[in-house]
């Protein structure tokens, strides 16, 4: 990342990922109840990571705007929304801290009213959040491998020609 904005590669030293450290102790999962998360009714939890639509769409050549996820996030979207309404399990969506303001309040709009979902402040640490939880569903973000070194159960989404096109 920083080579691809300017670094000189030199100057770019990689140590690894210090973000990994805390699923070793295990000591800091969130209290999903200071967070307004009602997880008391034996449902199983479901972390979504939502994301930028044109995440990465310039790095590829595809343009800023192009929304190359678009279709992607909403089928993932509709699908976790419509089996926590269901009561399927309690749904928590943490948006990036980064996210475009605008799919951020759709995404809201949308999940606002649908039970066993809650809407999740994008400062909270992703870390404690995945430790907390029994699955996690996103895509292109390291939050992925950090699920998975956490022991939990990831559903990574990926189709659409877009995906495999870029």
């Known amino acids: 990342f920083w080579v691809a904005c300017g670094a000189r ?22 209290d999903l109840s200071v967070l ?28 800023a705007a192009h929304r190359p996820w678009e279709r992607l996030h909403q089928e993932t979207e509709s699908v976790l929304l419509d089996l926590a309404a269901k009561g399927e399990f309690t749904l928590m969506i943490k948006p990036h801290p980064q996210q475009n303001a605008s799919q951020l309040a759709h995404l809201v709009n949308r999940a606002n009213h649908v039970p066993n979902t809650f809407i999740l402040p994008t400062a909270v640490d992703t870390r404690s959040l ?20 956490a022991g939990k159960r990831v559903l990574y989404t990926f189709w659409t020609e877009n995906v495999k096109r870029v």
């Open 9 to 30: 590669p030199e100057q770019v030293l990689i140590l690894g990922q210090p973000r990994f450290d805390v699923y070793c102790s295990r000591t800091e999962a969130a």
């Open 36 to 63: 307004g998360v009602d997880a008391s009714a034996g449902r199983p939890t479901v972390l979504f990571l939502p994301y930028d639509l044109d995440a990465y769409a310039e790095e590829c050549s595809l343009g």
């Open 130 to 149: 995945l430790l907390s939880v029994d699955t996690v569903v996103g895509f292109q973000t390291t939050a992925i491998a950090e699920a998975m070194i």
